[in-house]
């Protein structure tokens, strides 16, 4: 079992920055890909960014490319965020999941609370 808390969202103006975290609780971090996803008001949960294991390997959605960095610390059991230049449509909970289909596959075992992230414009 994986307990994943993310923290870090928080309400910044357009073209600011944010960081999110998410910290996992358990000793077999390392052996999954970390992904983060987001879901605004009145839409679906959509795909945002993940990394592999090893943090060799990354993937984005095309419209975060270029604005956010995800990476992840091993040692210390947790994955973050950078999200630059934000616009308001970035607005949304983001949530932090693990899994082990790899960095393409979008079907996550362990999923966190979630994060509210607010853009304002």
């Known amino acids: 079992q994986v307990q994943l808390v993310e923290s870090g969202g928080g309400l910044v103006q357009a073209g600011g920055s944010l960081r999110l975290s998410c910290a996992a609780s358990t000793r077999t971090f390392s052996p999954y890909t970390m992904g983060w996803f987001r879901q605004a008001p009145g839409q679906e949960r959509e795909f945002v960014a993940a990394v592999s294991a090893s943090g060799n390997l990354k993937n984005y959605a095309d419209s975060v490319k270029g604005r956010f960095t995800i990476s992840r610390d091993n040692a210390k059991n947790t994955v973050y965020l950078q999200m630059n230049s934000l616009k308001p449509e970035d607005t949304a909970v983001y949530y932090c999941?693990?899994?082990?289909?790899?960095?393409?596959?979008?079907?996550?075992?362990?999923w966190g609370q979630g994060t509210q992230v607010t853009v304002s414009s």
């Open positions: 999941a693990a899994g082990r289909r790899g960095v393409f596959g979008y079907d996550y075992d362990y």
